[in-house]
């Protein structure tokens, strides 16, 4: 029995580029958790906006320099 494959979203193209665009930007071993839960919190919330293409951009930005700086505290104390 074969199962049909799957082609990705446009939604899950994006969210995808974005993601592996930040990891190479910020490859410190901290970054890579937080980075991966403010990709899929950001796609949660564009989804839900009825526009997420359009939103998922910002929300990504902002979701991900909060969680850098908080993984940052974390890690050193400090920002």
Do not use: K, W
């Amino acid at each position: 029995m074969e199962f049909p494959v799957a082609e990705p979203s446009a939604m899950d193209c994006v969210v995808a580029q974005s993601l592996a665009r930040a990891l190479n930007a910020f490859r410190e071993a901290h970054f890579q958790r937080p980075l991966r839960r403010a990709a899929r919190h950001a796609a949660e919330l564009a989804e839900a906006s009825g526009y997420p293409l359009l939103v998922f951009p910002e929300l990504f930005t902002e979701l991900a320099i909060a969680a850098m700086l908080e993984a940052e505290c974390r890690q050193f104390g400090r920002f």
